[in-house]
Protein backbone atom coordinates (compact mmCIF):
# COMPACT_ATOMS: atom_id res chain seq x y z
CA UNK A 1 0.00 0.00 0.00
CA UNK A 2 1.07 3.35 -1.14
CA UNK A 3 2.41 5.14 2.62
CA UNK A 4 4.00 8.50 0.39
CA UNK A 5 3.12 10.14 -2.88
CA UNK A 6 4.60 13.17 -4.12
CA UNK A 7 3.01 14.72 -7.19
CA UNK A 8 4.73 17.36 -9.33
CA UNK A 9 6.31 19.24 -6.40
CA UNK A 10 8.47 22.28 -6.56
CA UNK A 11 10.36 23.46 -3.70
CA UNK A 12 12.48 26.77 -4.70
CA UNK A 13 14.65 28.94 -2.51
CA UNK A 14 14.80 33.05 -2.92
CA UNK A 15 18.37 33.70 -3.63
CA UNK A 16 20.21 37.16 -4.25
CA UNK A 17 19.85 36.26 -8.45
CA UNK A 18 16.32 34.89 -8.65
CA UNK A 19 14.96 31.57 -7.55
CA UNK A 20 16.57 28.39 -7.03
CA UNK A 21 14.67 25.37 -8.75
CA UNK A 22 15.62 22.70 -6.08
CA UNK A 23 13.19 20.32 -6.70
CA UNK A 24 11.40 21.34 -9.44
CA UNK A 25 8.79 18.88 -10.88
CA UNK A 26 9.69 16.00 -8.57
CA UNK A 27 7.02 12.76 -7.93
CA UNK A 28 7.61 10.08 -6.25
CA UNK A 29 5.82 7.31 -4.16
CA UNK A 30 6.81 4.88 -1.31
CA UNK A 31 5.31 1.63 -0.03
CA UNK A 32 5.06 0.42 3.13
CA UNK A 33 7.88 -0.83 4.93
CA UNK A 34 10.49 0.06 1.43
CA UNK A 35 13.87 1.62 1.17
CA UNK A 36 14.26 3.55 -1.37
CA UNK A 37 17.46 6.01 -2.31
CA UNK A 38 18.06 9.79 -3.09
CA UNK A 39 21.18 9.20 -5.34
CA UNK A 40 23.02 12.30 -7.26
CA UNK A 41 25.59 14.88 -6.97
CA UNK A 42 25.93 17.35 -4.43
CA UNK A 43 23.58 20.27 -4.83
CA UNK A 44 21.34 18.12 -7.45
CA UNK A 45 18.32 18.78 -4.54
CA UNK A 46 18.20 15.35 -2.60
CA UNK A 47 18.23 16.99 0.86
CA UNK A 48 15.35 19.70 -0.15
CA UNK A 49 13.19 17.00 -1.62
CA UNK A 50 13.39 14.83 2.06
CA UNK A 51 13.54 18.19 4.21
CA UNK A 52 10.16 19.32 1.91
CA UNK A 53 8.45 16.23 2.90
CA UNK A 54 8.41 17.13 6.89
CA UNK A 55 8.71 21.06 6.07
CA UNK A 56 12.23 21.23 7.41
CA UNK A 57 13.26 23.88 5.28
CA UNK A 58 14.98 27.31 6.00
CA UNK A 59 12.88 30.37 5.87
CA UNK A 60 13.73 31.41 2.38
CA UNK A 61 12.74 28.03 0.93
CA UNK A 62 8.82 28.18 -0.61
CA UNK A 63 7.00 25.04 -1.92
CA UNK A 64 5.90 26.61 -5.24
CA UNK A 65 3.44 23.49 -6.61
CA UNK A 66 3.13 20.01 -6.36
CA UNK A 67 1.62 17.69 -3.22
CA UNK A 68 3.06 15.45 -0.78
CA UNK A 69 0.22 13.21 0.59
CA UNK A 70 1.04 10.96 3.35
CA UNK A 71 -1.41 8.15 4.72
CA UNK A 72 -4.35 10.05 2.99
CA UNK A 73 -3.36 13.66 4.42
CA UNK A 74 -2.09 16.71 1.88
CA UNK A 75 0.94 17.48 4.08
CA UNK A 76 1.05 20.26 2.02
CA UNK A 77 -2.08 21.74 3.46
CA UNK A 78 -1.41 21.03 7.05
CA UNK A 79 -0.39 24.16 9.54
CA UNK A 80 3.26 24.12 11.18
CA UNK A 81 1.07 22.94 14.50
CA UNK A 82 -0.91 20.34 12.51
CA UNK A 83 2.66 19.00 11.41
CA UNK A 84 4.35 18.81 14.59
CA UNK A 85 1.90 17.22 16.19
CA UNK A 86 0.53 14.81 13.49
CA UNK A 87 3.64 13.85 11.21
CA UNK A 88 6.82 15.10 12.59
CA UNK A 89 9.02 12.52 14.24
CA UNK A 90 5.84 10.55 15.22
CA UNK A 91 5.42 9.08 11.59
CA UNK A 92 7.70 10.55 9.32
CA UNK A 93 11.14 11.19 11.05
CA UNK A 94 14.74 12.71 9.95
CA UNK A 95 18.06 11.67 10.91
CA UNK A 96 20.06 14.81 9.47
CA UNK A 97 23.44 14.91 7.70
CA UNK A 98 24.83 16.24 10.89
CA UNK A 99 23.43 14.57 13.88
CA UNK A 100 25.49 17.27 16.26
CA UNK A 101 22.62 20.38 14.31
CA UNK A 102 20.12 18.31 15.04
CA UNK A 103 20.52 18.53 18.78
CA UNK A 104 19.65 21.08 21.41
CA UNK A 105 23.24 22.20 23.21
CA UNK A 106 21.21 23.29 26.30
CA UNK A 107 19.61 19.54 27.27
CA UNK A 108 20.77 16.35 27.52
CA UNK A 109 20.45 14.03 24.94
CA UNK A 110 17.52 12.16 26.84
CA UNK A 111 15.93 14.96 28.19
CA UNK A 112 15.16 15.62 24.15
CA UNK A 113 14.39 12.22 23.34
CA UNK A 114 11.30 11.95 26.62
CA UNK A 115 10.34 15.46 25.31
CA UNK A 116 9.57 13.99 21.69
CA UNK A 117 8.33 10.94 22.80
CA UNK A 118 5.97 12.86 25.94
CA UNK A 119 4.66 15.33 23.52
CA UNK A 120 3.61 12.99 20.98
CA UNK A 121 2.50 10.05 23.44
CA UNK A 122 -0.28 11.84 26.77
CA UNK A 123 -0.34 8.31 27.96
CA UNK A 124 3.43 7.83 28.44
CA UNK A 125 5.40 9.43 31.59
CA UNK A 126 8.59 10.88 31.79
CA UNK A 127 9.94 7.78 33.38
CA UNK A 128 8.48 5.39 30.98
CA UNK A 129 10.37 7.69 27.92
CA UNK A 130 13.10 7.91 29.92
CA UNK A 131 13.78 4.09 29.51
CA UNK A 132 12.65 3.58 26.44
CA UNK A 133 15.41 6.31 25.63
CA UNK A 134 17.84 3.77 27.37
CA UNK A 135 16.48 0.88 25.75
CA UNK A 136 17.18 2.19 22.03
CA UNK A 137 20.56 3.46 23.46
CA UNK A 138 21.23 -0.28 24.41
CA UNK A 139 19.74 -1.50 21.25
CA UNK A 140 22.20 0.76 19.08
CA UNK A 141 24.96 0.20 21.34
CA UNK A 142 25.57 3.41 23.52
CA UNK A 143 25.95 2.82 27.62
CA UNK A 144 22.49 3.64 28.29
CA UNK A 145 23.85 5.75 31.44
CA UNK A 146 24.76 7.85 28.77
CA UNK A 147 21.62 9.39 28.30
CA UNK A 148 22.69 11.82 30.70
CA UNK A 149 25.11 13.44 28.41
CA UNK A 150 24.52 16.48 26.36
CA UNK A 151 25.02 16.61 22.84
CA UNK A 152 28.85 18.00 23.03
CA UNK A 153 30.26 15.15 25.00
CA UNK A 154 29.27 12.57 22.28
CA UNK A 155 31.55 11.39 19.43
CA UNK A 156 30.17 12.41 15.89
CA UNK A 157 29.53 8.23 15.47
CA UNK A 158 27.70 8.53 19.13
CA UNK A 159 25.88 11.86 17.99
CA UNK A 160 24.64 9.63 15.08
CA UNK A 161 23.31 6.57 16.92
CA UNK A 162 21.60 8.99 19.63
CA UNK A 163 20.02 10.61 16.44
CA UNK A 164 18.82 7.00 15.03
CA UNK A 165 17.44 6.78 18.68
CA UNK A 166 15.81 10.02 18.60
CA UNK A 167 14.30 9.53 15.05
CA UNK A 168 13.03 5.73 15.65
CA UNK A 169 11.67 6.49 19.32
CA UNK A 170 8.41 7.08 18.32
CA UNK A 171 8.11 3.68 15.40
CA UNK A 172 7.48 6.01 12.98
CA UNK A 173 5.84 4.56 9.47
CA UNK A 174 8.64 6.50 7.40
CA UNK A 175 12.86 7.64 7.86
CA UNK A 176 14.33 10.26 5.89
CA UNK A 177 18.04 9.47 6.66
CA UNK A 178 19.88 12.19 5.60
CA UNK A 179 23.79 11.25 4.16
CA UNK A 180 23.30 9.67 8.44
CA UNK A 181 26.92 8.42 7.48
CA UNK A 182 29.02 10.74 5.88
CA UNK A 183 30.33 12.81 8.68
CA UNK A 184 31.90 9.59 9.87
CA UNK A 185 34.96 7.31 9.44
CA UNK A 186 34.57 4.41 6.86
CA UNK A 187 34.71 1.50 9.63
CA UNK A 188 32.18 3.35 11.73
CA UNK A 189 29.82 4.22 8.54
CA UNK A 190 29.47 0.64 7.77
CA UNK A 191 28.43 -0.49 11.34
CA UNK A 192 25.48 2.74 11.76
CA UNK A 193 24.30 1.25 8.50
CA UNK A 194 23.79 -2.46 9.32
CA UNK A 195 21.95 -0.63 12.77
CA UNK A 196 19.66 1.67 10.97
CA UNK A 197 18.14 -0.93 8.63
CA UNK A 198 18.29 -3.70 11.33
CA UNK A 199 16.13 -1.22 13.31
CA UNK A 200 13.97 0.01 10.63
CA UNK A 201 13.07 -3.92 9.87
CA UNK A 202 12.42 -4.18 13.41
CA UNK A 203 9.79 -1.53 13.47
CA UNK A 204 8.81 -2.23 9.86
CA UNK A 205 9.20 1.50 8.92
CA UNK A 206 9.65 3.04 5.30
CA UNK A 207 12.81 4.51 4.62
CA UNK A 208 14.39 7.35 1.89
CA UNK A 209 17.89 7.32 2.08
CA UNK A 210 19.76 10.43 0.51
CA UNK A 211 23.30 9.90 -0.88
CA UNK A 212 26.03 11.00 -3.44
CA UNK A 213 26.99 7.40 -2.65
CA UNK A 214 25.77 4.46 -5.30
CA UNK A 215 27.44 1.94 -3.58
CA UNK A 216 25.34 2.75 -0.21
CA UNK A 217 22.56 2.85 -2.26
CA UNK A 218 23.03 -0.22 -4.27
CA UNK A 219 23.67 -2.02 -1.15
CA UNK A 220 20.65 -0.95 1.08
CA UNK A 221 17.72 0.27 -0.86
CA UNK A 222 15.11 -1.64 -2.53
CA UNK A 223 14.07 1.15 -5.45
CA UNK A 224 17.02 3.83 -6.21
CA UNK A 225 15.57 7.39 -7.57
CA UNK A 226 18.23 9.23 -9.71
CA UNK A 227 18.44 13.14 -8.86
CA UNK A 228 20.21 15.78 -11.28
CA UNK A 229 19.37 19.16 -11.77
CA UNK A 230 16.35 19.31 -9.02
CA UNK A 231 14.44 16.23 -11.10
CA UNK A 232 14.54 12.64 -10.52
CA UNK A 233 15.98 11.51 -13.90
CA UNK A 234 15.66 7.84 -13.52
CA UNK A 235 14.22 5.58 -10.95
CA UNK A 236 13.70 2.02 -10.72
CA UNK A 237 14.41 -1.08 -8.44
CA UNK A 238 18.04 -0.93 -7.28
CA UNK A 239 19.36 -3.71 -9.70
CA UNK A 240 17.90 -2.46 -12.82
CA UNK A 241 19.50 1.07 -11.82
CA UNK A 242 22.76 -0.57 -11.33
CA UNK A 243 23.03 -3.21 -14.11
CA UNK A 244 20.56 -1.68 -16.49
CA UNK A 245 19.82 1.99 -16.54
CA UNK A 246 18.71 4.11 -19.20
CA UNK A 247 19.86 7.59 -18.09
CA UNK A 248 22.78 8.79 -18.96
CA UNK A 249 23.96 10.19 -16.05
CA UNK A 250 23.25 7.00 -13.95
CA UNK A 251 25.52 5.49 -16.39
CA UNK A 252 28.17 8.20 -15.16
CA UNK A 253 27.06 7.99 -11.54
CA UNK A 254 27.61 4.14 -11.47
CA UNK A 255 30.68 5.10 -13.10
CA UNK A 256 32.09 6.76 -10.51
CA UNK A 257 31.88 3.62 -8.03
CA UNK A 258 33.70 1.19 -10.19
CA UNK A 259 33.19 -1.72 -7.57
CA UNK A 260 29.56 -2.04 -8.41
CA UNK A 261 29.95 -1.41 -12.38
CA UNK A 262 29.62 -4.32 -14.24
CA UNK A 263 32.57 -5.13 -16.50
CA UNK A 264 31.94 -5.43 -19.73
CA UNK A 265 29.45 -2.69 -19.77
CA UNK A 266 31.10 0.43 -21.46
CA UNK A 267 32.33 3.03 -18.73
CA UNK A 268 30.40 6.82 -20.03
CA UNK A 269 32.38 9.69 -17.96
CA UNK A 270 30.60 12.82 -16.69
CA UNK A 271 32.71 15.76 -16.78
CA UNK A 272 31.41 19.13 -16.56
CA UNK A 273 29.44 20.44 -13.05
CA UNK A 274 25.53 20.57 -12.40
CA UNK A 275 23.11 23.27 -13.55
CA UNK A 276 23.06 26.50 -12.57
CA UNK A 277 19.50 26.05 -10.77
CA UNK A 278 18.46 29.73 -11.22
CA UNK A 279 18.76 29.90 -14.79
CA UNK A 280 18.79 26.24 -15.34
CA UNK A 281 17.14 27.17 -19.22
CA UNK A 282 15.27 25.13 -21.58
CA UNK A 283 15.57 21.69 -22.37
CA UNK A 284 17.17 18.20 -20.47
CA UNK A 285 19.30 19.97 -17.51
CA UNK A 286 21.81 17.28 -18.36
CA UNK A 287 22.33 18.11 -22.09
CA UNK A 288 25.49 20.07 -21.34
CA UNK A 289 27.11 17.50 -20.06
CA UNK A 290 25.87 14.62 -21.30
CA UNK A 291 28.01 12.68 -24.46
CA UNK A 292 24.41 11.61 -26.43
CA UNK A 293 23.15 15.20 -25.90
CA UNK A 294 21.75 16.10 -29.61
CA UNK A 295 19.33 19.10 -30.82
CA UNK A 296 16.17 18.09 -29.01
CA UNK A 297 17.92 17.62 -25.63
CA UNK A 298 18.71 21.26 -25.93
CA UNK A 299 15.38 22.49 -26.38
CA UNK A 300 12.38 20.50 -24.23
CA UNK A 301 12.69 19.02 -21.49
CA UNK A 302 11.96 15.44 -21.67
CA UNK A 303 9.01 13.34 -21.16
CA UNK A 304 9.20 10.62 -18.29
CA UNK A 305 9.05 7.18 -19.93
CA UNK A 306 7.77 3.94 -18.70
CA UNK A 307 9.80 0.83 -19.16
CA UNK A 308 7.79 -1.64 -17.19
CA UNK A 309 8.53 -2.62 -13.44
CA UNK A 310 8.08 0.95 -12.74
CA UNK A 311 11.44 1.27 -14.14
CA UNK A 312 10.71 5.59 -15.33
CA UNK A 313 13.39 7.25 -17.28
CA UNK A 314 13.34 11.34 -18.29
CA UNK A 315 16.12 11.12 -21.19
CA UNK A 316 15.11 12.15 -24.90
CA UNK A 317 17.39 8.48 -25.65
CA UNK A 318 16.60 6.33 -23.31
CA UNK A 319 15.05 4.03 -25.85
CA UNK A 320 18.90 4.12 -27.83
CA UNK A 321 21.16 3.71 -25.05
CA UNK A 322 22.25 0.05 -25.62
CA UNK A 323 23.31 0.98 -29.05
CA UNK A 324 24.77 4.56 -28.13
CA UNK A 325 26.94 2.84 -25.40
CA UNK A 326 27.75 0.54 -28.07
CA UNK A 327 29.28 3.05 -30.02
CA UNK A 328 30.59 5.01 -27.52
CA UNK A 329 32.65 1.90 -26.65
CA UNK A 330 34.00 1.60 -30.62
CA UNK A 331 34.91 5.16 -30.73
CA UNK A 332 37.09 4.75 -27.19
CA UNK A 333 39.04 1.63 -28.93
P1 LIG B 1 24.19 17.95 -0.75
O1 LIG B 1 24.50 16.51 -0.95
O2 LIG B 1 25.39 18.83 -0.92
O3 LIG B 1 23.39 18.27 0.47
P2 LIG B 1 21.78 17.97 -2.30
O4 LIG B 1 21.72 17.13 -3.51
O5 LIG B 1 21.14 17.47 -1.08
O6 LIG B 1 23.28 18.35 -1.99
P3 LIG B 1 20.36 20.42 -1.83
O7 LIG B 1 21.09 20.64 -0.54
O8 LIG B 1 18.95 20.05 -1.79
O9 LIG B 1 21.16 19.36 -2.71
O10 LIG B 1 20.54 21.73 -2.71
C1 LIG B 1 19.91 21.90 -3.98
C2 LIG B 1 20.19 23.29 -4.50
O11 LIG B 1 19.60 24.25 -3.63
C3 LIG B 1 21.68 23.64 -4.57
O12 LIG B 1 21.88 24.42 -5.73
C4 LIG B 1 21.90 24.46 -3.33
O13 LIG B 1 22.94 25.40 -3.53
C5 LIG B 1 20.57 25.18 -3.18
N1 LIG B 1 20.25 25.51 -1.78
C6 LIG B 1 20.19 24.65 -0.73
N2 LIG B 1 19.84 25.31 0.39
C7 LIG B 1 19.65 26.60 0.05
C8 LIG B 1 19.27 27.78 0.76
N3 LIG B 1 18.97 27.75 2.05
N4 LIG B 1 19.19 28.94 0.06
C9 LIG B 1 19.46 28.98 -1.27
N5 LIG B 1 19.82 27.91 -1.99
C10 LIG B 1 19.91 26.73 -1.36
Redesign the pocket.
Known sequence: MTLLDINGLKTY?R?DDGW?R?TDDASLSIERGETVGLV??????????AKSIIRLL?D??EIRDGSIEFEGTEVTDLSDRELRKQIRWSEISMIP?NAMNGFDPVYTVGEQIVEVVTYHENDTSKAEARERARDLFDDLGIDPDRVDDYPHQFSGGMAQRAMIALALSLSPSLVLAD?PTTALDVVIQDRILDTIKEMQTEINSAMIM?T?DMSVVSETCDRIAV?YG?RIVEIADAETIITNPRHPYTLGLRNAFPDISDDDQELISIPGTPPD?VDPGEGCRFAPRCPFAREECWKATPETESYGNGHRVKCHRADEIDYLQEEAGKKST
Open positions: YAVAGESGSGKTTLPNAQEVHVGL
